[in-house]
């Protein structure tokens, strides 16, 4: 792939993408890229649709509508299976294999592989080799399958929650870990995350999702930059509808999420919002029902997703 980051091939590229289960649809029209070598969160809340768009993109399930790409190939494209690793929640993996099998089995089956990166892994865990994996705890087997995932040094590594099972000092290494790789190799790593705090500092890109559509999406730094936190007296409450992400009163005070960064009139404390900020605003607010909002550079989506049920299992 070219190096010059404005003409690299997207990693994901979305359009119109849509997955319907009997009870629904998981996901509808959804838009979107992400640039090759970003670490890109993606958020929202139980039911969302992130771990569908997590197997799309690793060939788990196959699209409804819409297409997907991985490096401008379709994501079905039996090439992309070298480039491609995936860890999903439930974490697969052989419960009779020990944890040096699992990783002698990685070696044997991937045509590239690191076996310093897995047993760096394995190692901060300090799994016995002999361990079976059916015997380890469920932050354990998180471990083995990112060795897995991260021995075979793939272009694109999609994590489903990789974090929910981890304690403290696990996350911080397993962050620590992503960044690294994402620095020298060049990776691109997609996650979805329940937990902000771990993100905030470490990803570059955002995806959230919210209803089966993708609400906002783009750079961090951009998204970020065009929004504000307002404080102000309660009266001055009345700012332009399509603004408003979300506001909210408490006594004499009010604040508000706007989706700007232009100067607004009036009195008003601003401030850049936090990705923690940000978040929050757009989850606790309604969607938003304006119908020509665009759906990319920070710009929420326009539609709701009525049909949609909570018909996955995703964190």
């Known amino acids: 792939m070219d190096d010059d980051p404005t003409t690299m091939t997207p990693a994901l590229e979305a359009v119109g993408l849509g997955r319907r289960y009997r009870g629904g649809w998981a996901l509808r029209g959804c838009d979107f890229t992400v640039p090759a070598g970003r670490i890109c969160g993606v ?6 649709g992130k771990s ?30 070298a480039e491609v690793a995936y860890v999903a929640q439930d974490k697969p993996l052989y419960p009779g294999l020990t944890v040096a099998e699992t990783l002698r089995m990685g070696r044997e089956l991937n045509p590239v592989w690191d076996d310093v990166t897995a047993q760096r892994i394995v190692d901060q865990g300090e799994l ?7 015997s380890l705890s ?7 399958s990112l060795a897995l995932a991260l021995g075979k040094l793939p272009e694109l590594l999609l994590l489903d929650e990789p974090m929910a099972d981890l304690d403290p000092l696990a996350r911080h290494q397993l962050m620590g870990a992503l960044m690294s790789v994402a620095a020298e190799r060049g990776t691109t790593i997609v996650l979805s995350s329940h937990i902000l705090p771990e993100l905030d ?7 959230l999702v919210q209803g089966g559509r993708i609400r906002l999406a783009g750079e961090l730094d951009d998204v970020l930059d065009g929004h504000q936190l307002l404080t102000g007296p309660a009266e001055a409450v009345g700012l332009p509808a399509e603004l ?19 100067p607004l009139d009036g009195r008003w404390e601003s401030e850049r919002p936090n990705l923690e900020d940000l978040l929050l605003g757009y989850l606790r607010g309604p969607a938003d029902p304006r119908p020509g909002a665009a759906r ?17 299992a995703t964190a």
């Not at 958020?43 to 969302?48: L, T």
């Not at 016995?128 to 059916?134: D, I």
């Not at 469920?138 to 083995?144: A, I, M, S």
């Open 52 to 81: 569908t768009l997590l197997s799309l993109a690793a060939r788990q399930l196959d699209a409804t509508e819409g297409e997907l790409r991985v490096f401008g190939e379709p994501a079905a494209t039996p090439e992309l299976r």
């Open 138 to 144: 469920g932050g354990q087997r998180t471990r083995v």
């Open 128 to 134: 016995s080799p002999r361990a079976k994996v059916g």
């Open 201 to 207: 500092g470490a990803i570059d890109h955002l995806l």
């Open 244 to 262: 408003v992400v979300e506001q909210r009163v408490g006594g004499r005070r009010a604040t508000v999420l706007v989706r700007t960064g232009e």
């Open 43 to 48: 958020v929202g809340p139980n039911g969302a």
């Open 296 to 312: 990319s550079q920070g710009r929420p989506d326009e539609h709701r997703n009525d049909e949609h049920r909570n018909d996955e």
